[in-house]
């Protein structure tokens, strides 16, 4: 099993920052990829970015250039850094890892951020 706790999330203004946090923590040898997604009221859940054990990033054209995402292997822990924020981006931020990089086994319980003045 794997456990994500996320931190980070919160009001901003439009135009703002805020950097958000995943640490994994349970019974795994290794993490292969790790991810944000996020889920806006009466919309799907979407994917926002993921970063691979070897630094490999991706990220939806939506966030590119104004969200970065990290990770810290030692750490197990996976950041975001989102820039430039806009009443758009306002949704619950989900973390996610893959352990083998097939598909996400585990996610977080979700951290809220919205943006608005």
């Known amino acids: 099993q794997v456990q994500l706790v996320e931190s980070g999330g919160g009001l901003v203004q439009p135009g703002g920052s805020l950097r958000l946090s995943c640490a994994a923590s349970g019974s795994f040898f290794s993490i292969d990829v790790m991810g944000w997604y996020r889920q806006a009221p009466g919309k799907l859940r979407e994917p926002v970015a993921q970063?691979?054990?070897?630094?490999?990033?991706y990220y939806a054209d939506s966030v590119k250039g104004r969200f970065t995402i990290s990770r810290d292997n030692a750490k197990n822990t996976v950041y975001r850094q989102m820039t430039s924020l806009k009443p758009d981006d306002t949704a619950v931020y989900y973390c996610a890892v893959s352990l083998t990089g097939s598909q996400y086994d585990y996610w977080g319980q979700g951290t809220q951020v919205t943006v608005s003045s």
């Open positions: 970063i691979t054990s070897g630094g490999t990033t």
